[in-house]
């Protein structure tokens, strides 16, 4: 069975930086891409980075220059570096991968969450 499996969430003070860490396992064929997402209180889930196709990366407006995503194939992990933390960037934040299993096609998974408090 095929799972997302994040860590390194945590408290921080504003300006300071925090690295998130998704891990694809289980049994699968290929992994498309990967993204991450959060979701602040009382919002909705909203995409923060994410590797394409061709691996381009793409940012939101409110992380860009701040977060960084990056990948590790041989450990089918992505990362995400987060500086400058913001109290608006609370929240809690998934990954996100379509990946493709023997005999079930392409599927989205989802991490589990890791939740990310920047307060003073």
């Known amino acids: 069975q095929v799972r997302l499996v994040e860590s390194g969430g945590g408290l921080v003070q504003p300006g300071g930086s925090l690295r998130l860490s998704c891990t694809v396992s289980?049994?699968?064929?290929?992994?498309?891409?990967m993204a991450w997402y959060r979701q602040a209180p009382g919002k909705e889930r909203e995409l923060v980075a994410r590797?394409?196709?061709?691996?381009?990366?793409n940012y939101s407006a409110a992380v860009r220059g701040r977060f960084t995503i990056s990948k590790n194939y041989a450990k089918n992990t992505a990362y995400q570096q987060m500086n400058n933390l913001k109290p608006e960037d609370t929240g809690v934040y998934y990954c996100?991968?379509?990946?493709?299993?023997?005999?079930?096609?392409?599927?989205?998974?989802w991490g589990q969450g890791s939740k990310v408090t920047v307060t003073s």
């Open positions: 996100k991968a379509p990946v493709l299993t023997a005999g079930n096609g392409w599927n989205v998974y």
């Open positions: 590797y394409g196709r061709d691996d381009n990366t």
């Open positions: 289980g049994r699968f064929d290929s992994i498309r891409s």
